[in-house]
Nanobody
């Protein structure tokens, strides 16, 4: 059974930075696409960024390009999300997910999710 645990969320001021981590267990993570989504109160969960397993190809939402960077350490089964120049609209619960096949952009494609970590950006 694949399990994912996110960490690193918190409260930060506008323009600040945070680094989220997603540690996995119970699977061969080097084979999986890993993605980050976020969900703000009253809104649907939305795609943020994803990274492929072997090639490290990345996919970014337009809203975070140039500010967020995804990376992975397959030896540690961990994916990181470096978030810089944070804005109040980045406030949300951030979730990481495992994708075995399908489109990286859609929530329904992902097979496993973590419990989420709260990111709050104050203005």
């Amino acid at each position: 059974q694949v399990q994912l645990v996110e960490s690193g969320g918190g409260l930060v001021q506008t323009g600040g930075s945070l680094r989220l981590s997603c540690a996995g267990s119970g699977g061969t993570f080097s084979q999986y696409i890993m993605g980050w989504f976020r969900q703000a109160p009253g809104k649907e969960r939305e795609f943020v960024v994803a990274i492929s397993g072997s090639s490290g190809r990345t996919f970014y939402a337009d809203s975070v390009k140039g500010r967020f960077t995804i990376s992975r350490d397959n030896g540690k089964n961990t994916v990181y999300l470096q978030m810089n120049n944070l804005k109040p609209e980045d406030t949300a619960v951030y979730y990481c997910g495992v994708l075995e096949s399908g489109s990286v952009y859609y929530t329904r494609s992902y097979d496993y999710w973590g419990q989420g970590t709260q990111v709050t950006v104050s203005s």
